[in-house]
């Protein structure tokens, strides 16, 4: 009876600990899943995760190699958050696709900036060029934008980040411009006169920002790029907890000594 009463306890014990054990993985497996594109916003994610980790949350990277979609992942909830567009292309995809996301923090600022392999300046344009622009509507405006900013065309007054190529109303030098899934402007460099590429997609290609010809100078809040969530997860606490990580001091500093190109928005 001794061994019995013995043996029951030992098995109650057991239950018990395990019970604990189990409790004590499940917090442990608290994570988030964030979408990005390849780049250095991989790199400062990761700089973020190992803070949020100190904090028992567990960060997944998921890598995309277009702009479409990790918005649809995110919000068929495949992924918790997404950082890779600004406001203004995430409120164009909003509307075309019926999504229900919202930004949650701004992060950077990333001015886009005219390329080329092919001329060392806006001068020595030839007529006739080819000129690459992205194809999504908000960033092919933001070319169009550069290319009326370097005197190359003329855009109808007022369009501003709605701009397209149906608005261009001057083009002395008759340039041929063409459209490009934003990530294949930087392997297509070689292939045109000019393009305009976002460091976000010229850094990964080994395109230095600094060389661009020419360079975005506004700092609108429409153009930061942002964290976005799904609308009934906002203010999750664990997103809560990681965007305080990644909007710290030691990330910040980090990007601005390894990334001068990108102008932190906190």
């Known amino acids: 009876m001794v061994t019995s009463s013995w043996t029951r306890r030992l098995v109650m014990a ?73 406001v203004a292309y995430l409120n164009t995809q909003i509307e075309q696709r019926r999504l229900d996301l919202v930004p949650v923090a701004g992060a950077l600022i990333v001015p886009t900036g005219l390329h080329s392999r092919k001329i060392k300046s806006i001068a020595e344009l030839p007529d006739g060029a080819t000129v690459a622009v992205a194809n999504d509507p908000l960033n092919s405006a933001r070319g169009l934008l550069l290319l009326q900013k370097a005197g190359l065309i003329r855009l109808k007054d007022g369009v501003g980040i709605k701009a397209t190529r149906f608005d261009i ?28 590429i976002s460091p976000y997609v010229a850094i990964p290609a080994g395109i230095d920002p600094a060389a661009a010809l020419l360079q975005e100078d506004f700092d609108n809040a429409l153009l930061q790029l942002s964290f976005v969530a799904r609308r009934d997860r906002a203010a999750d606490k664990d997103i809560g907890l990681f965007l305080k990580s990644f909007l710290s001091a030691e990330v910040k500093s980090y990007i601005a000594d390894k990334y001068p190109h990108f102008k932190t928005a906190w």
């Open 14 to 86: 057991a239950t018990l600990a395990a019970t604990a054990a189990a409790a004590s993985s499940a917090a442990a497996e608290r994570r988030l899943r964030i979408g990005l594109n390849p780049g250095p916003t991989v790199e400062f994610v990761k700089r973020a995760a190992a803070l949020a980790e100190k904090d028992g949350l567990r960060i997944e990277t998921v890598e995309f190699t277009d702009w479409v979609t990790p918005n649809l992942a995110l919000a068929a909830g495949d992924i918790d958050l997404n950082f890779f567009q600004n």
């Open 169 to 196: 109303i001057e083009n002395p030098k008759k340039l041929t411009i063409v459209e490009l899934e934003g990530t294949q402007l930087a392997v297509s460099l070689s292939d045109v006169h000019l393009a305009s």
